[in-house]
């Protein structure tokens, strides 16, 4: 168990981001949030997996819907709350310990503000290790547990419980709800037991996005190349270095979908990538090759400063490093693939894992 | 306090399929429901709104959506229950009393299905005294009573709670739901105290309903005129007899909207009669001149036998009598008319009560 305070919160934003793979919304405002709700109502207790008892009440919680909506119009910090509430009322149960449903991007840090709120302690895991669109891509999922009953809040005190016994349906009638609520909304969700959660969940990925955050800060403070400080601290496979010719960017069913291209600079001159995103980064094509897939990560970082890039701040001219970072194993399952692979996103692609991939010369 | 059987059934869908004012589904459906209900689990008891705790809990229940669909996809009987289960989970109290939403169509019959299924007296009132297309249209509505917590469900066992301050967000919501859930769907709304219910909703509509169609029956057997008899038991206003010229009929948003045109025999021979449609007929216009609005019932019959004809069974050709019945008084306020005059419908018209009408001569 350990207490977290508002300086963590700064590592953790910039790991969350990198963990984003380009979507899950910009960590910042939720920083803001978090360390609003850590001021107000004192720092949240973290615990490992290991310390939950097997009979606790875990509940996910985070938002749901168009980050670039999250940052236009605040959540008031309550949203969150009223939806436990609401959940602990159908449930007829009290929540023991919240859980982070994503590591990537905003939602690594809404728990945290929800937390403090609540009192409650924050289990140190989460439902993706990355970032992903849809509710139902949890690892939860693969283990049989539903999302429902879930609980959906707005900031205008609307609440809606969903209870179905279908992941895929919930997330279609949440989408609904969200935007009907206005694109955002926020959520309490796959409720579970300490002993699934150890089974279900992703172990300890805020101790690992805070790590990830520290190594970049430490690189360069140190003035060492942040790139081969993050590959290491990640795992990661470097994939290119360029500078960015073309954005293509569209919104399709609420998505942000499209292409960056890079041309290639230093080791990479002469060469190019392509990246094919929907929020997320799912596909890099290295001279037209395919060297990199979801679920693995596949991640833009300013070179320099080792900053982590989103999609949404990708502009023409820009300069970028690409790596990629392992996905956590229970992706790499059938059923795991079967949720989140790339057939799943629409492309006809067989997964092969980021670290088998032969750069082609 | 009187039991309800299968025989009062007959007399109450005909009542139910005038009251519908062209739209609320044909009850036929809904009596080949609430007849097994009956058959499977007892008659169920119909109370008076007098004869009602004021600490009651009482709910209302219905199917939202298409009837169209209804129709194709029959209710297994347990959706309503299954809404009253979630619906008592949320509010952590157990139902003591249901009603019906609208005494017009289909939704005349699921309350006494569903009282029969779960043992629970049905009291004798409804939230619209006719048929209405969205929920906030009930009654209570004008008496700050809220829909929510409301509870949609469907046949595959999804439950949805909504929990809205707001009635008209609530209908969006169930709106978006309904359809998701395959355009038919189950809810449980409205819950109130006894105290409440005696005063916002519309009283002694079951017996109304069942007096219209033993009325037209009567007629029928003594070979009188049926609309004369029509006309005595609802207060109505004979407002044309003719032949159905064109039906034009579009699907706008879900809705079934359109135009009947009918030319004139007997006493409205050289004349015209247009009745415009939204699921529920709203306008009616002799020879160009409005006669009857929304919320007055505007309602189509076949002339020899008394038999109402929803908006659904109109074609090229037949002979059909239309008349108008006063609505219930509280529709009638401004608030009432606020929630269901001309105006919401789009038509730019300040509303005259149908009695006070003078057909052009």
Redesign the interface.
């Known amino acids: 168990m350990r207490t977290l305070n508002t300086s963590s919160l700064d590592h953790l934003a910039v790991g969350a981001a990198l963990l984003g793979a380009g979507g899950g919304g910009d960590p910042y405002i939720g920083k803001l949030l978090a360390s609003w709700a850590i001021e107000t109502y004192g720092s949240p207790q973290i615990v490992d997996p290991s310390e939950v008892p097997d009979d606790a009440l875990c509940v996910m919680t985070g938002s749901m819907g168009a980050p670039t909506v999250a940052i236009e119009r605040l959540p008031g910090g309550d949203e969150l709350h009223l939806a436990l509430l609401?959940l602990e009322?159908?449930l007829?149960k009290s929540i023991t310990h919240l859980v982070g449903m994503e590591i990537g991007g905003i939602n690594s840090m809404l728990p945290i503000a929800s937390a403090a709120r609540s009192g409650l302690p924050l289990v140190d895991c989460d439902g993706m290790g990355r970032a992903f669109p849809e509710l139902q891509m949890c690892t939860p999922s693969l283990f049989g547990i539903l999302a429902s009953p879930m609980v959906i809040a707005d900031a205008?005190?609307?609440?809606?419980?969903?209870?179905?016994?279908?992941n895929h349906?919930a997330e279609?009638?949440a989408r609904?709800?969200t935007i009907?609520m206005g694109a955002v909304s926020y959520i309490a969700l796959y409720p579970q037991s300490g002993k699934s959660l150890k089974e279900s969940m992703i172990p300890r990925t805020l101790a690992f996005a805070e790590n990830i955050g520290a190594v970049i800060a430490h690189a360069r403070a140190k003035k060492v190349d942040p790139l081969a400080a993050l590959l290491e601290v990640t795992r990661g496979v470097r994939l290119f270095e360029g500078k960015i010719t073309d954005v293509d960017r569209r919104t399709v069913h609420g998505f942000a979908r499209g292409v960056v291209s890079l041309s290639g600079i230093g080791p990479d001159t002469g060469s190019t990538l392509k990246v094919k995103f929907q929020n997320e980064n799912l596909i890099a094509e290295y001279n037209g090759i395919i060297v990199a897939t979801v679920p693995d990560l596949i991640c833009f970082i300013e070179p320099s400063t080792g900053t982590p890039m989103t999609t949404e701040e990708l502009r023409y001219g820009l300069r970028a490093a690409v790596i990629g970072i392992p996905c956590d194993s229970r992706w790499r399952t059938d059923s795991g693939l079967q949720l989140v692979g790339p057939k799943y996103f629409g492309y006809d692609l067989t997964y092969t894992p980021i670290e088998n991939f032969v750069k082609p010369t």
């Open positions: 609401a009322r159908y007829g205008k005190g609307n609440t809606v419980v969903i209870d179905s016994a279908d349906t279609k009638m609904l709800i009907e």
